[in-house]
C-alpha cells in the first residue's frame, strides 16, 4: 500500500556531492540509468577534483554528480538545484549556492562534526543555526543507518562506512519514483565476485529506499512522466563514448582500419580506454610514451592508409602542433581529437573551457588552416566524429575536432543511430600512375580532386606509385621539394582553399527561434543545450530572438553571414575568454557582442536569457 | 630546433652523378611553369580546377651521365635486366632524379650508394619499402631513395615508423636519423622504440655534430669541443649510444662506418634480416663541420690498432691478429698475441646473445687503451610490437568473433520510445 502522495513534476535537477571517496559519480551515474529507465530526458553534469584522493572532508576534495532529468525537453544539467545529497559539512558549504530558494536539502547528519566541520571551514554547524533557512532541510544519520543495517556483515568498519552512498542512492531513487532494479543489476554484475559487497550493497540499497517509505520526514514523493522523445530505441550515453563510437562507425563504414595514438591525460584518456576494448573490430590502440609521439604514430599510420586519430586535451594539441603542421602540409587525412579543459597550461583539468578553438585555428607555424568540427551534445559527439572522419579522407586533411570535458563526462539520451542511414564514406585509394614525363608513366603525389583540391592518397605497398613527402614546401603536383617563392604563395593559397571547399558540403544552418528580429544568439560546441534552454524562455516571454549553431567553425558556413544580416544585435556567448566572437568580427566584420563565463562550468541557461534581455532593453556595451 | 637550410651548395663532386657545379641549388629559369596565382588573389578565383598546366619537367633536368631512373613501365619489370640483384632490380632503380645535395665528400653519399646497392639484394617488393627520416642532413636521404618516403619533423621519425609499421606490417621500415635528430630531440622516441622492439631497421649517422643548422656540438659530440656554440669548448658529456640503446633493451645492436662499404653494406644487410628493431650506428665524417672525427677508426694509418672487429662465436682479436682482448675480472684487458704469454685461446670469444659481453664491448668507448669496437654487439630475439598487437586482436576476433556496429551501438541499456 503506497503511504504517501505522489506528487508529478515536470522536471528536476538533484545534487548529489560528497568526498572524492564518497562514491558519488557512481552514485549519480546509477541515478542517471535508472533516469534513463524511467524514459525521462536528461543531462548530466560531472565535477570532480583534480586530485584523485584529495584529503577527506575538505572543501577542494568535493566530488559532485549534477542531472537535471524531466517529462520536458532537457537541455542542460540544470541552473538550479532542486534536491542537494550533502554527504558531509564540505559538500554543503561549496553547492548550497547551487540550491533553489525552497530547494531540499538532504544531509548526512552523521558527518556533521566537530572535525569534519573545522576541516570544511565552518564556525557553527549550519544545522544548528539558521543558515539553512529558507530551505527543506532533510536530516538523515546517514552513516549511523549504515552501520546499523550492516552490523551483522563481514565488512570492516571502513568498508561499511564506505558503502553509505547505496543507502542514498535507495533513498534518492524511492524519493524521484525511480525503478531500482538496474542499480541492483549493475551492483550483482559488478561485485559478482565479493559477495560480501554485493549482499551489502543490495541490502542498503532496499533500505534506503524503505526508508523513503516508513520515515515520517517526506510527505510526498515525485514522480516525472516519461519524456516524449522522437521515437526510437535510446540508450543514456556520455559523450566520450559517443565519439569513440563514431569514430569506429567511420571506420566501419568507410572501411578503413581505426588506429588510435593517444597519451593519457584527463579528460581524454577515456576515449583510449573506450577504443582499446573494441579489437573484435580490428581497432589498433597504441599509448605512446608522450603526445608528440602519440601524433606522430598517427601519422604514420595515417601514411599508411589507416583511419588515423589521435586524441588529448588542450596542452596534448601544444605538443602536436608541429606535427599537425606536418600531417597539413603532407596533406595526410587525420582526425586531432582535443577534449578542451580549463587552461593555459595545466589549467583545472577536471574542468570544461571552451578555451583552444583559437589554439585549434591558428595554433601553429605558417599558414595553416584546418577544418574545425565541433559536437554540441553528448549524442552529438557521435555524428561529429563520424563527420570529422569523413573531412579528413575526403579533403585529404588533418581535421579538429573539439570536444569539451562536460561533453566527454555528460551523459543524455542518445537515439542509437542505425548503420544503414549514416552518410556515406567512400574511399580511393590511388592505384595508378597520374602523369607522364618523356614518355615515363608517373605517380604525382600532388595532383589535385578538380572538386575537393584532395590529393591523391597513395599507400605504401601499391606497386609504382612509390613517391616522397615531407615537412618541406612542395612543388605543386609533383610533390618535388621547392624553395621557388611563387610556387610557395601558391601552394599556401590552395592549402587554405582546400579547407574553405569543405564549406560546399555544408547543409543549410537550422535556426532556432525566430527567423530575423531583435537578436541571433550565434554559439559552438557544448553550449548548445543552454543556449536553447535560454532562447526558450526568450521566446516564451515573446522576445524576438534567433540562434544558430556551430558545428563546423572552419570553414563558416556560407549562409551565417546572411543570417546575421537579419537580426539588430549578434551576440556570441562562449566559455572562455571571446574566442569565437574575434573569428567572427574577422571575419564579417559585423559588431558581435561577446558573452563570456571561465569559471569552468557550463552556462546557466538563466546567465544567457539575463544578458539577451540586457542587450535587447539597453544598457550592455559593446565588449 | 634545426632550420633546414643547405648548409653549402650542392654542388657535387665528380662522379658523384650530380649537376655541374654552376647549377647550383638554383632552379634554372622556367625550370617549372611558374605558378600562375598572382599574389593577392585567392587560389580559387584564378586556378579552376583542372586549368593549371600540366606538370612536365623542362627536357635536360636530368643530369646527363645518370641513368634514367626507374624506367621499367607500371607493373612490369624489364626483362633480362642484368641487375646485381635477384630481383631483377638494379641500383639505379632505387634512385631518384632528385639532385643529391649533401656537401661534396660528404660520408652520407657513400651510405646512400650503399643502401642503394643493397636494397636489389634484398627480397621485400620495392614498393613495399619506405624510409623515414627527420630533420638533418642525413635526414635527406629518403628523397634519394624510389621508395615511399617521408622526410618528417626533428626527431620524430621513430614515431611515425612505429604507426606505420603498427598498421601495416607487412611493410618494410627504415628509419634514417642522425646525432641529433636521433639523440638529442627525438631521444625519448629512440629508447621506446627500442623497448618496444617494432620491426624496424634504424640507421644513426653519427658524424658527433649539427650539419645542417651549421656546426654546433651534438649529444655525441667530444666534451671540451669547440664549435659556434661552445667557443670555450664543450661541458656536456656525450652520449655513447650503444650503452643507451642497450640500456633500453634493444634486440639488435650494431656499429659501422661510412669509409669500410664492404662491412658498412653487411652491417646494413644484418640489420635488415633482424627481425625487431635493428640499430645501426654509422659512424660518418662531416667534413664541413667535423672532419676527421673518425680518422682514427677509418684510416689506414690507424684502423688496424684502433679497432676491432667482433664476430659472433669468434675472439676478440686485432691489430692485424696481434692483439686480444682477455677479461681480468670484470674489466677487458689487450693482450699482446705475438709472444709467448697469449695465445688466441685466450681471448675473450664474442657471444651476440650474451647481454653482459654486449654491455662490455658497448662500453668500449673512446678508452685510449682499447680498441673501438665495431660489428654487431648484441642480437636476441623478442616478440615485435606489431605482431603482439596484431596477435591480440586475432585472438579478441577468435574469441568472439567479428564485431557487428549494430549490436554494438545498441548494447548497454536500452530502451524504447513508440511513436
Ligand atoms: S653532414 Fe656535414 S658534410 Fe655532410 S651534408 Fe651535412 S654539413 Fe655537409
Redesign the pocket.
Known sequence: MELKTVESIPEATILFAGDSGDGMQLTGSQFTLATAYAMNDLATLPDFPAEIRAPAGTTYGVSGFQLHFGSVNIQTPGDEVDLLVAMNPAALKVNLERVRKGGSVLVNTSAFDKRSLDLAGYDENPLENDSLEGYQLIRVELTKLTREALKDSDLNQKEIDRSKNMFALGLALWLYSRPVEPAERWISAKFAKKPDILEANLHLLKKGYHYGETTEQFVSRFEVDPASLEPGRYRAIQGVHALALGLLAASVESGLPLFYGSYPITPASDLLHTLSRYKQFGVMTFQAEDEIAAVGATIGAAFGGSLAVTGTSGPGVALKAEAIGLAHIMELPMVIVNMQRGGPSTGLPTKTEQSDLLQAMYGRNGDSSLPIVAPSTPGDCFEAAYEAARIAVTYMTPVMLLSDGYLANGSAPWLIPDPAELPSFPVKFATKTNATIEGEEVFHPYVRDRETLARPWAKPGTANLEHRIGGLEKQDETGNVSYDAANHEMMTRLREEKTDRVARDLPPLDIYGAKEGDVLVVGWGSTRGSIQAALDRLLAAGRSVGAVHLRHVNPLPLDLEEICGRYRELIVPELNNGQLVRILRDKYLLPFRSFTKIQGRPFMAGEIVSYVESVIDGGQDNG | MADDKK??KPTLPPGMGGKSAAAGGKLPPGKRPAPTLPPGKSASATLPPGKRPPAKLPPGKRPPGKLPPGKRPPGARPPGVGGDGASGLTRADFSTDQDV???P????YAILATVQRLMPEIDTPKENVVFISGI???SRFPYYMKTYGMHSIHGRAPTIATGLKASRPELDVWIVTGDGDGLSIGGNHLIHLMRRNVNVQLLL?N?Q?Y??T??QYSPTSEKGKVTKSTPFGSIDHPFNPSALVLGADATFVARTMDRDPKHLKRMLRETHDHRGTGFLEIY???????DGAFFEYTEKATKSDRTIFVENGKPLVYAGGTMGLRLNGLKLEPIDLTGDKWSKDDCLVHDETSVELAGVIGRMFRVDTLPQPFGVFYRVSRPTYEDQLHSQIQDVLDRRGKGKLGELLNSGDTWEVSG
Open positions: 648548409p653549402r645535395r649533401w656537401c665528400g660528404c660520408g652520407d638533418g642532413c642525413s649517422f658524424n655534430i650539419g645542417l651549421k656546426g660518418q665524417n662531416c667534413n664541413i663541420f667535423n
